[in-house]
């Protein structure tokens, strides 16, 4: 009977080692990224160790890597929600088990921080867009000294601090922050496709709502 609970146990204590896991590679983010991450893997079913090693080169700035021979489809979809409610687009690439990196279910997480180039200048006037909640978009921000200012649904305007962190936009409210990746996306308009300045959001904060929206400026020539 005894030897019987001692196998019981060291079948579960198997189990629990085989325990598919989470290694989470990042590079560039800030510390506001990296504690909302955190707060984010917590949440989700799976077991996460970060890694000291960075993102390869290769990588898009948001990949998920997962083993064709266990595929935890509902776990990797929490995955690649994190990545998104961050600001990403995540990218879903299957490895074979000869890849003996992510097999027996083991996932790898990767996100790369995208910066403002050294010397860029903030546009003065921008506009909300991809909101969270799509009332929000279109909403006029106006960038001068060391203030931001947007203009409300009520017609109110709000002005907060915003600063350059390790390259990053971020801008401040209350005892919370909102950061955002620069990139320089061509977009669609009634005269084809423009070049822009996009300032994206990397994290869903509490609120107000209207700082979960991206900044972009589009130039028409």
């Keep these: 009977?005894?030897?019987g609970i001692l196998i019981g146990i060291l079948l579960l204590l198997l189990t629990a080692c085989q325990h598919p896991t989470v290694y989470v590679y990042t590079e560039g983010l800030t510390a506001l990224q990296k504690q909302q991450l955190?707060?984010?893997?917590q949440q989700q079913t799976l077991p996460f160790q970060f890694t000291e090693l960075p993102?390869?080169?290769e990588f898009s700035a948001a990949t998920l890597l997962t083993s064709e021979d266990k595929i935890l489809t509902a776990e990797?979809?929490?995955l690649a929600n994190i990545m998104q409610a961050m600001g990403y687009?995540?990218?879903?690439?299957?490895v074979s088990v000869a890849n003996h990196h992510y097999s027996d279910g083991n996932i790898g997480f990767y996100l790369r921080g995208e910066q403002?180039?050294?010397g860029f200048e903030m546009p003065q006037q921008l506009h909300t867009t991809g909101c969270v909640e799509d009332r929000y978009n279109n909403l006029k921000v106006r960038f001068f000294d060391n203030l931001v200012e947007f203009t409300l649904l009520n017609g109110a305007r709000a002005q907060l601090v915003w600063q350059r962190y390790e390259n990053y936009l971020v801008i401040n409210y209350r005892d919370t922050a909102q950061s955002y990746t620069h990139s320089t996306p061509l977009v669609a308009t009634p005269f084809g496709e423009?070049?822009?300045d996009t300032f994206r959001y990397n994290a869903h904060i509490a609120g107000p709502q209207w700082l979960n929206c991206s900044l972009q400026v589009v130039?028409?020539?």
């Design 116 to 118: 403002i180039e050294q």
């Design 194 to 196: 423009k070049p822009s």
């Design 219 to 221: 130039y028409m020539d």
């Design 55 to 57: 993102v390869p080169k």
């Design 89 to 94: 687009q995540p990218q879903l690439n299957y």
């Design 76 to 78: 990797t979809e929490q």
């Design 1 to 3: 009977m005894k030897y």
């Design 38 to 41: 955190t707060e984010q893997l």
